[in-house]
């Protein structure tokens, strides 16, 4: 099944006009790349899912025949995610060393070695709250795929995983902690227009726009910009329910909240 996938890619890598390197570049060789797209080659399910989702593409709703191995990572994936928004130290600890066990998980292609600095990167900031420590770490995961600073990839017309995109979020989200704010509602903009524009399905882009929203729009508020900040709420807020998500939605209405309390503040002052 993932061997028809690989061609399943490359049919609409081409129809949307798309170079093998706008996808591949540090995820997998060109003349791997080649070889998985003409069905000769099988690659692993996390691997497979980067590739299409640096064509904005969504693999959920593929019918995919994954290995246990493989289902059980997807499984762990799940848990840990979870560990990190109940801030549940023990529970991520635990489930990271199960999944780094997992066999499918080889640290030798990027997509993996990218995903296991980034949770550790995680465990520094659920631990400790060590913003500083994070983003260090962040910053080499996610040089694991792209040695280019990401917004020149963009202009290169090259694509962004959604792990990659998160990583940048997390990167971000640091820096607005470590009150280093030149330049950051520029970039969050950026971003923000690159996963509206290019992620055309909407199960890839309800997992990033949202948390790339919420920040923008704290930043916003935190510079008394309440009009976009609101503007940010409502985009946000637009692609969870046209997607029946919850998450980030309850931290995107008490951004709101506090929005509307800023307005009524301003209006009193005036």
Sequence with gaps: MLQQ???M??????????KQKDIADGIISIAELSRVEA???EIDYFTLQALFERLGKSIDKLEIAV???EY???SYRIGIERSI?????????????RYYDCECNDSKRPIHRQYKMAMEAMCCYVQERDYAACMHKMEHALACTSQKDWRQKIRNKQHLCNQEIRIILVITYCQWKLGSTDGLTVRLEQLGRYILHHYTDMEEQVKVYPHCAWLLGRIYLEQNEIAEAC????????VLIENGSLSPLWEILELEAACLVHRCINFRVK
């Design 5 to 7: 996938l690989g061609v």
């Design 9 to 18: 890619l490359c049919s609409e890598r081409e129809r949307m006009g798309k």
């Design 39 to 41: 069905g000769e080659q």
């Design 67 to 69: 290995s246990n191995s």
């Design 72 to 74: 059980e990572s997807i």
């Design 85 to 97: 928004e109940s801030w549940d130290c023990e529970k991520l600890t635990k489930l990271l060393s």
């Design 231 to 238: 503007a940010m709420c409502r985009k946000g807020k637009k």
